[in-house]
């Protein structure tokens, strides 16, 4: 896509990270440096210092942008899970300068990631551990193979 600086941008090599944001915990996924495929790092318990484990993966894995999952509601309208995410984001934003973090609609993952898990025969107690690494891997997945149908 010749369309502007922006592709240009997006096509820039490099890890990307992808959060997906609970109340309890934090799934992170990251994704290869040719931004193609995510997969699952490690789930996070929420407050815990993960702002800080968070940084530290992105200065371990040379990370060029993150992507967290907004919990819109069905309706598309921002609720109080979405404004807490964006709270989030800002604190990240500020930790993780110049790196980007940007945001992207996850309405449905963690039910994708968990109806996934069941397909797979993974118990919903069992699911506990992986769901929001699952969850972080499809809102980045997702977010990635949209970028490339854009270019």
């Not at 490099?14 to 994704?31: F, H, P």
């Not at 290869?32 to 815990?48: E, I």
């Not at 800002?90 to 996934?116: I, M, N, Q, W, Y």
């Not at 551990?129 to 997702?142: E, K, N």
């Amino acid at each position: 896509g010749g369309r502007g600086a922006p592709a240009g941008r997006m096509r820039e090599r490099g890890v990307r990270l992808g959060i997906d944001l609970g109340t309890v915990r934090v799934g992170v996924a990251a994704s290869d440096p040719d931004g193609m495929l995510a997969t699952p790092v490690t789930t996070l318990t929420r407050g815990r210092g993960d702002v800080d484990a968070i940084a530290e993966l992105v200065a371990e894995r040379g990370v060029v942008e993150v992507v967290v999952g907004l919990p819109r509601r069905l309706s598309g309208e921002v609720g109080p899970a979405a404004r807490a995410a964006l709270q989030y984001v800002e604190e990240l934003t500020a930790r993780l300068t110049p790196v980007p973090v940007r945001t992207v609609d996850e309405r449905l993952t963690t039910a994708a990631a968990s109806k996934e898990l069941s397909r797979h025969g993974v118990s919903t107690r069992k699911q506990r551990p992986v769901i929001d690494q699952l969850a972080a891997t499809l809102i980045l997945q997702g977010w990635l193979d949209q970028r490339t149908r854009r270019e």
